[in-house]
């Protein structure tokens, strides 16, 4: 065999490797006819092998990376919750070891029974089925034609001033505990929204009723059909119109609902759910005691030592003070809202078979302040919509100057929930209301100049340090005023 028949067969076997390699069957023999086999070679080459390789990159981008449309942060979520329970855990023992145990669940009870002559609010509470009794009797009498439209709107204007006034007219004359002055007054702003709505909603009513006699030229009754009894005593559904709801019972029954604005009809069900309200009750009871707990060992001592760094103006004290009362302060708002806005009004809407039970939207995910104080108090958004910011549009007052009516309102009943009980008048609450214009605004640029969740979290940042500077002003003015001596 000469030197190049060798060099060629050692190509040829080069050649059988390679294309063994790309897992392809090929029977050549090594040695055989020269034409055959430069033949079969160029007819190898054509084939372009690949080599068994299993393909693992591809064009992708990363998680965190927007255009990924990964959004599932569940395991992040878990973190956080981790952390603010280890947190919280360490400065929950902090406390313990600082102050000792402060819990004491009948300190409320106490403080109601200690001296019964210190009850102006329960009879306030009493008292107020006369201003109810009234607004019926104005609406009876508007509706038979006794009394003029601009009596009846005067005479409404007149209970509703009284209803307004006499809480502080009460509260301030006597030596009334706060906590109870509180729960009266909100009791009696309630009753302002209801009746206010009962009035107007009745007004309504009353006008398309005198417009359908007009149209169909029949007489008015007080007396309902027949037909429409034999229904009721059936207890069938039936839709009662105006002014056939001008009874005793339709109108306990709104006075009682979780709702601010007067219907004739509500949406029902048709039983109560045991078991629900059973848990709703649980949770009343449980969260309730929660909540006190953490006011008498948690935010009681924080208050208390930071009278004196705020009336010597010790600025970096202040600022620690205010973020060490931001955490459980907050968290008691969030319990707060549970226990109202869930439990209290779910089972309350339960026992009155209340259908309609959107007390409350996504307010957490809020990337304004605009979109928070429409979703968090429904009932209230409900009315302020219903009975302030649309009959203001109809007599063409612009949207900004009715949003802006809105927000003065509202600021208008904060102050008055917080400055008649603590007997004094420091308008902290109503200024932080009104700083809720400017504040809204400036989120709705912020999300759509840069991302919703910016606005987002300056919604949040603002709950959770605006309302420790509204307590500690208020807790500081309360006790100078209290107390002589602060030392």
Sequence with gaps: MSKNDGGSTLRQRKS???????????????????????????????VIPTYGTKICHNARPSLFSTSSGFDDYRGFLNLCVVLLVISNA???????RNYGILVDPLQWLTAVLHNPYQWPNLLLVLGSSVFIFLAFHIERHLAKNHISARTGIYLHSINLLVVILLPPFQILQLDANPVGSLFSCSFYVVLFLKLWSYAQTNKWYRDAYIKALSKRRIHRTMSMPSSQ??????????????????SYRNLIYFIAAPTLCYEANYPRNESINKS????????????????????????????QKSILPIHNFEGYYVVERLLKLSVPNHFIWLVFFYVFFHSVLNAL?????????????DWWNADTIGYFWQAWNIPVHKWCVRHVYKPLLSIGVSKLMAQISVFMLS???HEYLVSIP??????????????????TFFTVWVSKRFSSNYGNMIVWMSLILGQ????????????VTSYTNVS
Excluded: C
């Design 422 to 439: 603590l007997h004094m008048f420091k308008f902290w609450a109503f200024f932080g209301m009104t700083m809720q214009i400017p504040l």
């Design 411 to 413: 600021a208008f009943f």
């Design 468 to 479: 420790p500077v509204a307590i500690l002003a208020y807790v500081y003015h309360y006790y």
């Design 229 to 246: 009894l034999r229904n009721l005593r059936d207890n069938s559904t039936v839709l009662v119109q105006y002014p056939y709801n001008l």
């Design 16 to 46: 059988n490797r390679s294309i063994s390699t790309s897992g392809e069957s090929f029977e050549e023999p090594i040695f055989g006819n020269g034409n055959s086999k430069s033949e079969t070679k160029h007819e190898k080459l054509k």
């Design 276 to 303: 629900y309200l059973a848990r709703r009750v649980v949770e009343i009871l449980f969260l309730s005691q929660l909540q006190l707990a953490l006011i008498q060992q948690w935010v009681v001592p924080v208050l």
């Design 349 to 361: 809407a339960e026992v009155l078979k209340f259908a309609d039970r959107e007390f409350y939207r």
């Design 90 to 96: 360490r400065v929950f023992l902090e406390n313990i």
